[in-house]
């Protein structure tokens, strides 16, 4: 017979054996076991009795590892395969025997507000082909309606101001080169635009330029190379001034300048450190190598203007002051915060279809504005809008809905699995660190065994239910999306939902939860007996993003974190993530993890601006060992040549990136791209997002409505026009 101590160290062990397979967090536990006790009833004589007694047991607990990352299921109504052209069937650069235009523009010449067609045009203009268009040659007339929901804050973009995003941007700037159409494009290399042809030097260390030839601004000023050098060295390269989206490190490889000179009026040279670096021909675009006119923002500048500042200079075209210049489509000639933006067609816009008709065919667009962008979606629902990206996930239902009824004026076409919502983590050991708190939760948060703690603890497929019900999110950890064409399966590093194990990494990182308010406590150094508590925002624009960021507050808690949540105004959240001044972010995912090669110095710490979770300031940067191998990597991606090079190379990418938690992705899932039915010309297989967003993918300067069905426009037979 055991003993009594005997017969309950043995069940206890039992009870503890039994309880390997739980995967719990360890904590002390109560069990009830049944023990017999031998006791005295009289003297010299025993009994044998049965009673319960609660016992302590330490949980045993197994962290849960990585599993093989689910394939998705494409979404129903997805998007048709893109037709693919030769750019010479798309358009040419030529002279013409006539140009033509609207028939109402006729009296703008007659009375010398305008000069005739012919002379406003370059030598020769883009001609864009009927081959290249879905329904062809068009008719002029007609109104665009879109809706914006981002505030306009000036008119100078060059300095990083924005006009209102939704399109207003990508309307008002043009590039060297373009990449938003190579959707439809038989080779992925930028198109040629303002730069209307570019060569090579044999040896690969040289690039020369030609651009178009006797083009005009909207105020009818020339435009040329000076215009270039302008926005290359006082905005792009000038460290005063905040330029829209590159800055010197931008334009450097191997840590080494690469320099632009004027050759003639019209030729530009560039010169690399390196041999062919293809890569930068998709910096040279419309996002990232806008030109703006020298001749109005020259003597704003406090380069040639001793009486003025940066600061000066960044505000001095208001968003009211009107009509600003530029070589797109249309201009601003009409602005009312918070109400609307009028545009009208660019009398000396520069591009024609194949029979001499001046572009655009679109006499107008009017952009209604609103707070927040599920506004633009409501709008098309209703009617008075004609176009939706379908990015904010709660809005897919009723969407399409709406547009099975008989009188919906829209349609639908969805796109690979593009649309992505993560949690940043500030990953910064310096910028933006204020006080004690600050050094300790960047410590953390570079702490990769914390990263995972973070990524275990969410329930990405109940987050993805959460925000909408149906196939239209999954699970997803973050790094290359599953639309790029560079993206394997099989890169993935997925640690699946286990709370437990987050318990586990959270306690082996030495955090308790001392006071027992269920959030765990720093245990040693300068915050010893603090809860963990963590900052989070998301711009309130992206409805989904405030979602994800709701779903995530109380998944948190559950592990022992405390997150207080906040939602910011988009130019806020910028201003945040600029500054460094923040903790957790949750925000939609960019193009750089869909087309990685056109964007290769976003995908990894090359720039001082990216990633965005850990950006430079005045300090250098500290990378983290497996942040330099990510760079390696992407340096070599960035210049090699062969395809199939390139997928191993983002092969390892993505498998470190995905192992390290380098940044924590939510969920995933498709955008959607709703359109007017009266719109002709968008060409087929058009994306909500891949290059660029919509405006830049359609060509908007080619669509065109049958006269029958064309709007009303707000202020007809009107062109911008320019004081002295």
Known sequence: MLSKRMTLALLCALAALSLLATQCQPETIVVTVVVKETVEVEVEKEVEVEKEVQVEVEKLVEVVGAIPYPEGVPMAGSTGEAKRFPVEEVFVYEALDEYNQPDWMDALVANGTLPPVEERLPNEPQVMLASGMSAGIGQYGGVWRDFSACPTEGWNLG?????????INIIYEEGLLLTGPLFRSEIVEPWPNLAKSFEWSDDGMELTMHLIEGAKWSDGAPFSADDVMFTWEHLILDPGVSSSSTTRTTWQLDGQDINLEKVDDYTIKWTFPVAFPLQLLFTMDEYDFAVWPQHVWGPLHPAFNADTDYEAFEKAWPPDMLPPVTMGPWVAVEYKTDELMVLRRNPYYWKVDGEGNQLPYLDEVLFEKGSTGVGRTLSTMAGTGDHSNLENPSTFIETLKRQAEPDAHFYVEWGPELLSFSLHINQSATLGVEDERDVELRKLFRNATFRRAVSQAIDRDGVAQAIVRGPFLRAWPGGLFPGAAEYDRASVVYYPYSPDTSRKLLAELGFEDTDGNGIVNWTEGPLEGDDLVVALMANEDQHASVNVAEALV??????????????????????????????????????QYAVPFTRADEIAAITKENPSWHREGEEPR???????????????????????????????????????????????GSYGLALAKRFKNIPVGSPTFLYQWTWANVSPEQVWVDPVEQLDQIRPNEVPLYSE
């Open 554 to 591: 109380p998944l948190m808690a559950d592990v022992g974190i405390q997150v207080n949540f906040r939602p910011v105004k988009p130019t806020a959240a910028t201003d945040n993530v600029e500054a460094g001044t923040w903790e957790f972010h949750v925000d939609r995912g960019g193009q």
């Open 622 to 668: 500290d990378l983290q060992p497996f942040e330099e191998e990510l760079v390696r990597i992407v340096e070599e991606f960035r210049l090699e040549t062969d395809a199939e090079k390139r997928d191993e190379l983002m092969f390892e990418y993505n498998r470190i990136f995905t192992e390290n938690v380098y940044d924590c992705g939510v969920v995933v």
């Open 159 to 167: 300095a990083g101001q924005t006009q209102g995003w939704f399109g």
